[in-house]
Structure formats: C-alpha cells, structure tokens
C-alpha cells in the first residue's frame, strides 16, 4: 500500500493544509485539501472519497473536486460516509444553493458523484478496498474507517476524543500496518479539546493504551492545529510506549 498526504493540520496556513490522504492513487480518505494539494491528473484518478465526517475541514474540496471531474468527463466519484454525514452533504452542501448537486450533473443516470451509505461495522466495496466505518467520538457523528487491501489494512481515526469501540476493533484487526491518528490540541488546552471532540498528547497516548500492543502499531498523526504545531509535537515526542510519528504534506509511507 502507498500513502500519500496531501493535507495532515487541524487547520490551514498558507503551509499548512487540512486532512486528506490519498490511498494507492485510488481512494481519497477525507477531501479538505483535494484539489488545493493534488494536481488535476491526480484528481482524475481517483475512485472513491471516504468522508469520515461533515465539518468543512474534511470536506471542503469535494466541491471543487466535483467541478474538475465534470469538466473532464470522469466517471462518478463514489464518495463515502455514514448516513448522517451522508445527509449534511446533500442538504446543506451539494444543495444547488452554497453549491450545485453533483449528484445529478451532467445528468442523473450519468453523475459527477455518487454516493454511498457505510452501515457501521459492516465491510463495503470501494475503490479496490473492503472499508469498514467505527463510530468515533466527536461533536457530531463521525467515523473511523479500517481500509483492508490485498496487502494489508490500515485504519484512520477521523476526529475524536477519548473513544472505546476503535481499540476493540483495532485490537481483532488481522494484518493491520498503521493508524492514522488524530491529536489536535497541546495539554494545557485540554477543555478547549475536550468541549471539541479532540484529543490532546495525553489523552491520546491514555485512549492508544486500550490496545494490547500500542508500542507494535505504528501511529501517524494528523489534525494538529497550526498554532500548536511545535507544543503538541514535543509532547507527544514525550511519550512512552506507544510508537508515534507526526505526518507532513507530501509524506509518502509504502506500507
């Protein structure tokens, strides 16, 4: 499996970008920065998007991504959530109001996106992947995502707090390479993460210790707010017994 990252902050600079990760050139995981971080070729590849939830940060290029491919003739993009996120995206985003309905352009037999509904814990079809939604905790219904490939899994938190069923699900994973892992605010920011649905350095490292083996799952973290880039990396460089590393834009993992 090939990992690239195209944003990986919890918010945006002009050096920073929010979340979005493209699998094996086929499956985009998150669309913050899909167009504004990967070249319209690259665009034109993919086969899926997995929306984990519907805050703007992760879903804020399918709607230029959506423009591009129409104009370019692609194929439908099967973009990829629980029912609830599902919802927001086609009643408050893709409205024909703050954006056209991609869902029925060109025409509705033949449309620039189409969407797909992720029943939690249940295996789906997508994009050459079998994925799987676990709810997560945050301010609305978010999900994490286990993506099984021909050669292994890895799996995606999205935005959480402190959460229980992932690390039951991680923990039964066979073959699992990485967790892409959220944290977002330094400790001293605790209620400010706590009131967001966020982690910080040591609620993370509390919520990895539900695992049987945190130091054997190398964990790749995303979602740091920019103003807290350098506090939040040196406590989590701090911590022991987990196996961490801060992803960067332009990151690629052969995993």
Sequence with gaps: ??????GCHGGETPKHRTSAFILDER??????SLTSGLEVEGQLK?????????????IRDLATLADNRCQMGAPPLIVAGTRETIRILRQHFFNNELWPDFATIPTPDNPTIRYLELSPENPAPL?????????VSHTIESAAFVIETPGGAIAYSGDTGPTDRLWQVLDEQPNLRALLMEVS????EQRLATVSGHHTPQTLRADLKKLRRPQDLPT????????FQAEVEREC???????????KIGDQFLL
């Excluded at 460089?237 to 992803?247: D, Y």
């Design 237 to 247: 460089a701090a911590l022991e017994g987990v196996s961490l590393e801060v992803m």
């Design 46 to 58: 993919l086969e899926g998007c997995l929306v984990s939830h519907a805050h703007l940060d992760h």
């Design 127 to 135: 994009a050459g992947c079998n994925v799987r939604a676990i709810m």
């Design 27 to 32: 499956l985009a995981i998150d669309a913050g």
């Design 1 to 6: 499996m090939e990992l690239r990252v195209i």
């Design 220 to 227: 790749l973290l995303y979602h740091i707010k920019p103003v």
């Design 185 to 188: 605010f330094p400790n001293r």
